[in-house]
C-alpha cells in the first residue's frame, strides 16, 4: 500500500426513516491492520460498514480513501473493495466455481486470471471438493465461506465484512481468524461483530460501539486498563444472584456446589465478600457500552461465557 493509502470516515450520521439515528457521530481513520467493531446487535455497526462499502450514502459527514471524496466518486473505492455483508445472497442454481466466475467477470477479471484466483480462494476456504455442488445444496456455513471467497477476488486494498463468522463451525472460525490476520499485514481490514473472541485474537485496534457511536477505542491492553478496578467476583445464593443481576451488569453467573460465582462490573464492590478480579476483553466491552449516559447503563445484561 503506498503512503496516502488511509481510509478515512469522519462526522458519520444516518438517519433513517422516522427519525432513527442509527449513526451518530462516528470517525475512524484506519490504515493497514485490523479494526475490530465490536458491538452489540442494534448498535449501528452494519450500517456504519455499508457506509464504508459505498453501499448507502450517509446523511452527513465524509468518506475518504487515497485523500479522495469517497461520496462523490465511490468507484475509486469499489475497484479495491472486498465487502461481505450480514445478509449475503447467492444464486441457488449456480455452482460456487460458476458463481465466483460470475462475480469475477463482473469485477473485471481475465478468464485465465479469474479461474486461477478462483482455485486459491476455495483452497483457501476449503470447499475444493464442493465446488462443482449447487450453493443450493451448501450449508449455512459453507455459504459464509464462499461469501469469504468473493471478497478476495480482486485482491482488495479494502476489506470490509460484517459479522463474518456468522455460521461457521469452531475449527472454520479460527481458520477464518487466521485468514484475517495474514490479509491485514498489506491492508485495511473492517471487522463488524458482535462476537468477542472473533476480534480479541486479531485486532490490535479495536473500536466498541453502542446507540451508533464509538464508546471506546484502543489496543486490548487500553480497553482492559479502562476497566481495572471495575470487575468483582462474589459466591452467593441463587436468590442473591437474582438480585444482584437485577441491579449490575453481569457478565458471567456460574453455578457451584458451593453457590453462585457472579461476576459483576461495578464502580463498588457488589457485597461484603465481593473480590476484586482483572477485567477480560468481555468485561471491557460490557463496561463501555453499559458507562452511565452511554449507553442503557441501567438495564442488567449476563453476556454468555
Not at 462516528?26 to 455497526?45: C, F, W, Y
Not at 476456504?125 to 455442488?133: E, F
Request: charged share 25%; net charge positive; glycine share 10%.
Amino acid at each position: 500500500m503506498g503512503e496516502r493509502d488511509v481510509f478515512e470516515l469522519r462526522d458519520i450520521v444516518k438517519i433513517y426513516r422516522g427519525g432513527h439515528r442509527a449513526v451518530d457521530g462516528v470517525t475512524l481513520r484506519l490504515d493497514a491492520g485490523i479494526l475490530g467493531l465490536l458491538g452489540p446487535n442494534g448498535a449501528g455497526k452494519s450500517s456504519l460498514m455499508r457506509i464504508a462499502a459505498t453501499v448507502t450514502r450517509p446523511s452527513s459527514g465524509q468518506v475518504t480513501f487515497d485523500g479522495v471524496d469517497v461520496l462523490a466518486r465511490p468507484d475509486l473505492l469499489r475497484r479495491c473493495l472486498g465487502y461481505l455483508p450480514q445478509d449475503f445472497g447467492v444464486y441457488p442454481n449456480l455452482t460456487a466455481r460458476e458463481f465466483l466466475g460470475y462475480l469475477a467477470a463482473a469485477k473485471g477479471l481475465p478468464a485465465r486470471t479469474g479461474r486461477a484466483r478462483i482455485d486459491e480462494l476455495l483452497e483457501l476456504v476449503n470447499l475444493t471438493g464442493a465446488g462443482k455442488r449447487p450453493l443450493g445444496k451448501y450449508s449455512g456455513g459453507m455459504l459464509r465461506r464462499v461469501g469469504i471467497a468473493q471478497t478476495l477476488l480482486a485482491d482488495p486494498r479494502v476489506l470490509v465484512v460484517d459479522e463474518p463468522t456468522a455460521g461457521l463451525d469452531p475449527e472454520e472460525r479460527v481458520r477464518f481468524r487466521n485468514l484475517l490476520g495474514e490479509l491485514a499485514a498489506d491492508r485495511v481490514v473492517v471487522l463488524s461483530t458482535h462476537i468477542v473472541s472473533d476480534v480479541e485474537s486479531v485486532a490490535a485496534d479495536i473500536a466498541i460501539v453502542a446507540q451508533g457511536r464509538i464508546r471506546r477505542r484502543g489496543t486490548p491492553e487500553e480497553l482492559l486498563r479502562a476497566s481495572a478496578g471495575r470487575v468483582w467476583e462474589v459466591l452467593v445464593d441463587p436468590a442473591e444472584a437474582t438480585r444482584i443481576q437485577a441491579r449490575h451488569v453481569v457478565s458471567a453467573m456460574v453455578r457451584t456446589p458451593s453457590g453462585v460465582r457472579v461476576r459483576v462490573l461495578s464502580p463498588d464492590p457488589p457485597g461484603p465478600a465481593a473480590t476484586p478480579v482483572p477485567p477480560d476483553l468481555e468485561d471491557a466491552y460490557l463496561d463501555a457500552i453499559h458507562q452511565p449516559g452511554q449507553s442503557n447503563h441501567g438495564a442488567p445484561w449476563t453476556a454468555s461465557r
